[in-house]
């Protein structure tokens, strides 16, 4: 059964500092990856998709890394703001599970903090 | 920018009473996915819905539960006799394919339902 981990559950950094948030998943035979946002109460806003032939993903400032035999994925967002403090939650979509529409195991996210 | 909405944001029931969630995905995607998050824990996959029919469901999706895409726009989520235990936040899904980068899942700002 895959598993779904996030470390740290929270972060705070100063404004400007690059910084990299952690997602591990104990079965590497996954269809795909997504990262969102989701700010308090709010609902989740994907951030980006990697696919499992892709190594990452960029979007603006962020950049997604996916290391499929070590179990791994990665978020790195540069010059960090406070506007970038949310909650940051990855998802894997199996290919052993979930059926061919698929649904999304979580993790249970990263706060992270940006001070200005 | 097309979006999934829910309504209505919040819900309030008595245990034992009927709830209906409301969900318009996103005009062109065929997949559509119900998903909770119970205050403090990881989002957890429902029950995924494709061509009129249920494609694949967790094991939290019992005979109290039932989904339905009663015309072209909206999708339903139904519990029927609500426990205090479903008190939680909803989101609805939606996605465009079952492959490739259309797989990409988006979300709706969620449902959040009280049982008292």
């Known amino acids: 059964k895959q598993e779904v981990t996030q470390i740290p559950a929270a972060l705070s950094v100063p404004e400007g500092e690059n910084l990299v948030l952690n997602c591990s998943f104990t079965?590497?035979?996954?269809?795909?990856l997504q990262w969102f946002r989701q700010d308090p109460g709010k609902g989740l806003t994907s951030l980006l998709l990697?696919?499992?032939?892709?190594r990452e993903q960029t979007s603006g400032r962020l950049n997604a890394s996916l290391d499929k035999s070590s179990g791994r994925s990665t978020l790195y967002i540069a010059a960090s703001q406070p506007g970038d403090s949310a909650t940051y939650l990855c998802?894997?979509?199996?290919?052993?599970?979930?059926?061919?529409?698929?649904?999304?195991?979580f993790g249970k996210g990263t706060k992270l903090s940006v001070k200005p | 920018e097309p979006e999934v909405t829910q309504t209505p944001s919040h819900q309030v029931t008595q245990m034992g009473q009927e709830v209906i969630l409301r969900c318009v995905p996103i005009?062109?995607?065929?997949?559509f996915y119900w998903y909770r998050q119970i205050l403090g824990q990881k989002v957890e996959f429902l029950v995924s819905?494709?061509?009129?029919?249920?494609?694949?469901k967790s094991e939290i999706f019992d005979d109290q539960f039932s989904v339905e895409r009663p015309d072209g726009s909206n999708f339903t989520l139904k519990i029927r006799s609500t426990k205090l235990e479903d008190s939680a936040m909803y989101f609805c899904?939606?996605?465009?394919?079952?492959?490739?980068?259309?797989?990409?899942?988006?979300f709706g700002p969620g449902t959040r339902l009280t049982v008292t």
């Open positions: 899904a939606s996605s465009e394919a079952r492959g490739g980068p259309s797989y990409e899942q988006y």
């Open positions: 079965d590497s035979a996954i269809y795909n």
């Open positions: 990697i696919q499992s032939s892709q």
């Open positions: 998802a894997a979509r199996g290919l052993n599970y979930g059926g061919s529409q698929g649904n999304l195991i």
């Open positions: 005009s062109n995607h065929l997949y």
């Open positions: 819905f494709y061509n009129n029919e249920i494609s694949e």
